[in-house]
């Protein structure tokens, strides 16, 4: 995170009234101080980044703090809310649930439980056989590091390696950090787990001029290599997320084309972590598709549940079906609460046709954030992401350098103007609008961007 602190304070800020937006106070809304030191006061720490916006009600596409004030909400309370929040078909599932008496059954069987793990694995067209449903996106990416070794040690690999990448987060528990190529974010835990290789992210600037991303993969392999690693016997396993979160980066397709064949070629499972790029939020069912590959398992959560607990593993039934009875459980597993949000959730994709929606959206969102680059080109040199997840990348237009502060003070306006962007702490602002928003508002929330950077200049 950067150092830059959001002002606690209410700060007068002009009165905004639209269809969509309604600023009627200072910002943060008198009231808002003393939430937030309460907090301060009885929450962790690490949970308090974000910008001091007290959530009153979510609706749609639109979030309300208790003095009424209205905000576009292009972030989806982090790309949760695909299906727009306090979706009615996903209240009324919640609701018959707790209406039928049954909040929680731990592994027993239910009837909500074989139908959502039905429907989820149909909804995958074939692709995937089975799933294991957990509670967060970091078990779901712990479960499939333990079905990738289980896997490995199931066919007789020397060792237990995984390739990762540099730069990729897949949740915070241990084995989700060790994967992950964020280095500071793991000093905690004191050591590096030996068998964890991570090659570096095929960004524009890292991409040597000539080298096509192919090449590109194959120096890296070639490095590890190098390393004394036998790729073929020492490997059984390869992590990626669908794209790069913190900029949302989609890698060039044929890097991942590449790394698919490389791990075919050796008997490498391949894993695409899809916490939050899946269930049409880029504008196809999962992400992977953008890259036309075939993933071994995928890592669900987030927008899989809308809101409730539910993040889950999918794979094929050789794969999944490794760990014995009672290797690979939890507690809340499956919950009727959990199945009932993520049932609703898929119908409500379905039904309302938000793989194309999302994808028509996205058009117009992609289109008119690449020309608030061509508006300021000194100040954004890159757009990435794809459907309805976007990030737009700030420099310093005097050193060219990251400017993490000025995507902070950007975040920071768009709030005091009715807009809500997700504050990464880096050069990044990213977007990811619930699909069900409207044309109108979609295209408000970009003219809010536009001046927020306008302001800051
Ligand atoms: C790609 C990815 N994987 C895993 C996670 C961890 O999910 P959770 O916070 O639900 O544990 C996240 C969360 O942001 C994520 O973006």
Redesign the pocket.
């Known amino acids: 995170m950067s150092a830059f602190s959001f002002s606690k304070k209410p700060v007068k800020v002009p009165l905004v009234k639209t269809k969509n937006r309604s600023i009627q106070t200072p910002v943060p809304s008198p009231g808002t101080e003393g939430i937030l030191e309460n907090l301060s006061n009885y929450e962790s720490r690490s949970m308090q980044g974000t910008v001091p916006l007290v959530w009153e009600k979510a609706q749609g596409f639109n979030v309300f703090d208790h003095a009424g004030n209205q905000w576009i909400d292009f972030t989806s309370a ?2 949760i809310a695909n299906i727009g929040h306090s979706n009615p078909r996903f209240i009324k599932a919640i609701r018959e649930v707790l209406d039928n008496n049954l909040v929680h059954h731990f592994t027993y069987p239910s009837q909500i439980k074989a139908r959502y793990y039905e429907k989820l694995v149909r909804f995958t067209d074939g692709e995937f056989d089975k799933a294991f449903l957990l509670s ?6 712990e479960a499939a590091l333990k079905l990738m070794r289980m896997n490995g040690q199931r066919t007789r690999k020397k060792r237990l390696g995984i390739i990762s990448m540099e730069g990729s ?5 241990l084995g ?1 950090q060790l994967l992950g190529g964020i280095k500071p974010q793991k000093e905690w835990i004191g050591f590096e787990d030996q068998g964890v290789f991570h090659i570096r992210c095929p960004y524009p600037w890292v991409l040597d001029k000539g080298t096509s991303p192919e090449e590109f993969l194959e120096n890296e392999l070639k490095k590890l290599e190098d390393e004394g690693i036998c790729l073929g016997t020492d490997i059984c396993g390869a992590i990626f ?2 794209f790069q ?1 913190w900029a949302s980066f989609f890698y060039p397709k044929s890097f991942m084309k590449a790394m698919e064949a490389f791990c075919r070629k050796n008997k490498i499972l391949l894993t695409i ?1 899809e ?3 899946g269930f049409a939020r880029t504008g196809v069912k999962f992400g992977y598709q953008h890259y036309d590959i075939h993933p071994d398992l995928i ?1 669900c ?2 927008g899989m549940g809308s809101g409730v607990a539910l ?1 889950g593993v999918l794979g094929k039934r050789e794969i999944m079906d490794i760990p014995d009875v009672g290797m690979m459980s939890s507690t809340n597993s499956a919950n009727p609460i959990a199945c009932a949000g993520g049932m609703a959730t898929l119908e409500e994709i379905v039904e309302n046709n938000l793989v194309e929606e999302a994808r028509r959206k996205g058009k117009v969102f992609h289109e008119g954030l690449n020309s608030l680059k061509e508006k300021y080109p000194d100040r954004i040199p890159y757009v990435f992401g794809e459907g309805m997840i976007a990030s737009v990348l700030f420099k310093n237009p005097k050193t060219g350098e990251a400017d993490s502060l000025f995507s902070s003070r950007v975040s920071e306006t768009c709030m005091q103007k009715g807009l809500l962007v997700v504050h990464t702490g880096r050069e990044s602002v990213k977007m990811g609008p619930p699909l069900t928003i409207s044309d109108d508002a979609l295209l408000e929330g970009l003219d809010v961007l536009d001046e927020a950077i306008r302001e800051n200049i």
Do not use: L, M
């Open positions: 982090i790309f967060g996106g970091t078990e779901a990416t987060f897949h949740g915070r528990t989700a997320e669908t979160g972590d916490v939050q790029s890592c959560g987030k993040s």
